[in-house]
């Protein structure tokens, strides 16, 4: 038996939610009594890195090939690993392709299946694991009961450490059916964190009354070291693009630091939001409902506010 944890790679390149999940993987492994094996696909730039995070082995498959994700490809290559190394479980991250690979995975595998678990299994009374339901406002736990199971983990669920030293890599070829997605264009934004990984998060609303005004939030952003965001109702109206958008219906977050600016706190909006571990609302409006789910709130006029913490955290930087 083993853990077989697969580890996202854009551009070839291990990102932290990969980092993560493989030391969830060699966690769960080393409570289960068993192996934790990572398996990267394609061409991947220091894969053996993973030995850093309490991964033994590390797989390599189809090394020399450039494969767009798909989706079927992806879950018959996993599948085929996971036979071979007799996993019972598979844990893969809680991303765009996660989210299409669990379901494939599941069926394929015959497995029962969970997504979005935001805690290592408890296996003391069979194979438990919690994930946020009810738009974060209970803890759902799930009794997974099946030989097998699948389950996907939540972008800043578990807390990174550093626990081993690189290994080697095992690079193996699979055989499979080819992609039927042929790929004709790709846009990607460069130079910041993307959200899911985020943890500091700079986010507005229409509280700042057009895209014009959206510089002082970039400056905020800048000094803090953090990754934009927006309401739904921003990217609707094309002050910001819709990647930027956080919430029920838009990109679901889990930063240790969400600043809101300008938002009036939607029961949509905090549903992707409310897991954040710290939550710090600026809004004029004292009465605004994200003051509810807020840990620090600043009532005042955010042209006056937001400048104004900027350069005191510029100022702190410069005396640190």
């Not at 694991?129 to 209970?138: E, H, P």
């Not at 990607?188 to 609303?205: F, H, K, W, Y």
């Not at 954040?276 to 409006?285: A, W």
Request: net charge neutral; charged share 20%.
């Amino acid at each position: 038996m083993s853990v077989l944890v697969y580890i996202e790679t854009p551009k070839g390149n291990i990102k932290k939610q990969g980092q993560e999940l493989a030391f969830y993987g060699a966690q769960h492994a080393s409570n289960a009594g068993v192996d934790c094996v990572a398996l990267v696909i394609g061409q991947v730039n220091d894969p053996g890195s993973l030995g850093l995070f309490g991964i033994k082995r590390v797989i390599q498959v189809n090394e020399n090939e450039t494969l767009d994700f798909d989706s079927q490809v992806y879950t018959d290559i996993i599948a085929k690993i996971a036979a071979q190394e007799g996993a019972t479980t598979i844990a893969i991250s809680h991303s765009s392709n996660g989210k299409a690979l669990l379901g494939r995975l599941s069926v394929k595998l015959e497995a029962g299946s969970v997504s979005g678990v935001t805690s290592l299994p408890d296996l003391s009374n069979g194979f438990v694991v919690t994930k946020s339901v009810f738009s974060g406002k209970a803890v759902a736990h799930y009794n997974i009961e099946t030989p097998v199971r699948v389950i996907s983990l939540m972008g800043n669920s578990i807390q990174l450490q550093s626990t081993g030293s690189p290994v080697s890599v095992e690079k193996i070829s699979v055989d499979h059916a080819g992609s039927k997605v042929k790929v004709i264009g790709r846009k990607t934004s460069e130079g910041i964190v993307p959200l899911p990984e985020a943890e500091l998060v700079v986010s507005a609303g229409r509280g700042m009354k057009g895209p014009e005004n959206w510089g002082i939030v970039e400056e905020l952003s800048d000094a803090l070291g953090a990754t934009t965001a927006c309401s739904r109702p921003v990217a609707d109206s094309d002050w910001r693009p819709h990647h930027e958008h956080v919430g029920q219906t838009g990109v679901a977050i889990r930063p240790n630091l969400y600043i809101a600016i300008g938002i009036s706190g939607a029961i949509q909006h905090l549903a992707g939001v409310n897991n954040s571990k710290t939550i710090v609302v600026i809004n004029k409006d004292a009465e605004a409902p994200f003051f509810k789910a807020a840990d620090y709130g600043v009532v005042g006029d955010l042209f006056d506010v937001v400048p104004k913490l900027t350069a005191a955290i510029q100022k702190f930087k410069q005396h640190s």
